[in-house]
């Protein structure tokens, strides 16, 4: 298991609209949590449509960018609710009983958690 690196980025709480509609740039992830939600992983700044968002730098995330076969092997038998088939994707809820995201793409997978299960996680996948 790779170790679990911090993420920084933004996040940013704002209307759906105006989050469908925000300028990402290519090099940013940005993770739908909610309609509402984002975090961007790498972003530094973004400009949204809505008055009343709520733009703040986000560092409360570790993870670790998993290969295809690092993910079947070590972290889906510790998943207890359906993978999304279609990718890219936003999977949410516990893996090894720990709360966590999982960003899924067709070559590569994100796990996330917040920074404060890290220690939790990383001794349970290991």
Not at 30 to 38: I, K, S, T
Not at 69 to 74: A, K
Request: charged residues 20%; proline residues 8%; hydrophobic residues 50%.
């Amino acid at each position: 298991m790779p170790a679990l690196d911090g993420f920084r980025g933004l996040r940013v709480v704002a209307s759906p609209e105006a989050l469908d509609s925000a300028p990402w740039n290519e090099q940013v992830v940005a993770l739908r949590f909610a309609p509402d939600d984002v975090f961007a992983i790498g972003a530094t700044g973004i400009e949204v449509t809505d008055e009343h968002a709520i733009v703040a730098e986000e560092a409360g995330f570790v993870g670790a960018w998993l290969t295809s076969d690092e993910l079947v092997e070590r972290v889906i038998p510790h998943i207890e609710w359906p993978l999304p088939d279609a990718r890219p994707a936003l999977g949410q809820g516990f893996i090894a009983g720990v709360p966590c995201k999982l960003w899924l793409t067709d070559d590569r997978a994100l796990l996330l958690c917040p920074a404060s299960y890290a220690h939790e996680l990383a001794e349970r996948l290991t």
